[in-house]
């Protein structure tokens, strides 16, 4: 799949596709079949299937202090949207200079003139353009007069519940992985590279692999029994995510502590399955009393993964 990062790098060549805009954070089930449909027009119009995000998200720019925790970076969006069979993926920097252009001006020089749209799906309430004028009428009407089709993405229902990036992070945050994970369709995870840490872990006979979360807020946090996914295998663990008050931090990150494990990590890019919450995150008087609770987690974790269920 073809990332292209940017407005002044679209060529010639990436001139007819089939498109669809959103910003699929999470690329869960609901997403997944917007994007399915997208894939098998594209294929039978003999055109690439494309798909526009932005960053940041406009809500990180225009209300950074409430803009929602992302469930995925644009690196896991690419993961996914690649093993759904999407051809390209268009990434627009959006800043205040493009959100103050013209809904028309956004419809006729970059979808019709530089992306050359046959065929776009969007949500019926998608809106776009300065003010927020462009919405899903007007694009209908672009479309009769510049020669594209224009279809409405339809909520995926589970359980009577509409399945959104919203309901998947309002179970993450209310512990519940199960639930995360059937909209999902997959286990909700974070991915990232192992950079050092301060070795406190060490100290108190648990290290861990640390992973800086690079994004305004995580979705979770509190103490999880993890699967952790790297080029050297597959290992249980218990994780903390937060910004491990006992130390008086203050940057929210993850920390993997692998069970039964005494290699490095360190530059590896990990994978790290979150399977059950197992604790909120707390301070604690002291190191001890946090190494107690630690071995508590551990021991807790160790159990769940022993199941057969989670072999």
Request: hydrophobic residues 40%; contains cysteine; aromatic residues 6%.
């Amino acid at each position: 799949m073809e990332l292209v990062r940017g407005l002044h790098n679209i060529r010639h060549r990436h001139k007819g596709c089939v498109l669809t805009i959103g910003k699929f954070d999470g690329v869960h089930l609901g997403h997944q079949a917007v994007l399915k449909s997208l894939v098998e027009q594209a294929r039978k119009m003999a055109l690439p299937a494309t798909v526009m995000v932005f960053e940041p998200q406009p809500e990180e720019l225009f209300r950074p202090d409430t803009a929602p925790a992302r469930l995925s970076r644009l690196r896991d969006k690419y993961t996914e949207l690649k093993k759904l069979g999407v051809d390209r993926l268009l990434c627009v920097k959006f800043d205040r200079r493009f959100s103050e252009q013209s809904a028309r001006h956004f419809v006729e020089d970059l979808l019709v003139d530089k992306l050359g749209i046959q065929f776009l799906v969007v949500g019926d309430d998608f809106r776009f353009g300065r003010d927020r004028k462009g919405d899903f009428n007007m694009l209908q009407a672009e479309g009769r007069q510049c020669g594209f089709s224009v279809v409405s993405t339809q909520s995926l229902r589970l359980q009577d519940c509409r399945i959104s990036s919203t309901a998947v992070r309002d179970a993450l945050a209310n512990g519940d992985m199960a639930l995360a994970e059937s909209m999902l369709g997959r286990k909700f995870s974070i991915a990232s590279k192992v950079i050092h840490g301060d070795k406190k872990g060490r100290t108190i006979g648990f290290p861990t692999a640390n992973l800086l979360l690079n994004r305004c807020k995580a979705p979770v946090a509190g103490v999880f029994a993890v699967r952790v996914k790297s080029e050297l295998g597959i290992f249980d663990g218990v994780a903390n995510i937060g910004t491990r008050p006992t130390l008086n931090g203050t940057r929210s990150q993850l920390e993997v502590h692998l069970f039964d494990f005494d290699e490095h990590l360190y530059g590896l890019h990990i994978e790290v399955e979150l399977l059950k919450k197992l604790r909120d995150e707390q301070k604690f008087a002291s190191l001890q009393h946090l190494q107690q609770q630690i071995q508590a987690d551990a021991q807790q974790a160790r159990e769940f993964l022993s199941l057969s269920g989670n072999r």
